[in-house]
């Protein structure tokens, strides 16, 4: 059994910044660097969308334009963690975060390509 938990989501003001966190472990989740990590999003009556993405080798990372330069994505291959560190956030901003693995190098922004997910984190970002 996989299990991807996020954390670090909250409320804060716009142009403020957040840093979520996604722990990866299992039983079978046994190389947790073979595994490109994602985040996605979801607002309310909205779709799920990419955020951003890196590979297993965290070598490059991948990012939706909406966030580019505001947004970080990075990982810690030693304690299995993804992190997504968030500055000047915006109000549109606000949504549920939610982290995503899958086996292989190539990141994806579609998010059927995921085979693992967390249960989401809320961020709300007031004006």
């Known amino acids: 059994q996989v299990q991807l938990v996020e954390s670090g989501g909250g409320l804060v003001q716009a142009g403020g910044s957040l840093r979520l966190s996604c722990a990866a472990s299992a039983r079978t989740f046994s190389t947790f660097s073979t595994y490109t990590m994602a985040w996605f999003r979801q607002a309310p009556g909205k779709e799920r969308e990419f955020v951003a993405g890196v590979p297993r080798t965290g070598d490059s990372t991948s990012y939706a334009d909406s966030v580019k330069g505001r947004f970080t994505i990075s990982r810690d291959n030693f304690d299995n963690i993804v992190y997504l560190q968030m500055n000047s956030l915006k109000p549109e901003d606000t949504a549920t975060y939610f982290c995503?693995?899958?086996?292989?190098?190539?990141?994806?922004?579609?998010?059927?390509?995921?085979?693992?997910w967390g249960q989401g984190t809320q961020v709300t970002v007031s004006s």
């Open positions: 995503a693995a899958r086996f292989g190098h190539m990141i994806h922004t579609m998010d059927r390509r995921y085979d693992y």
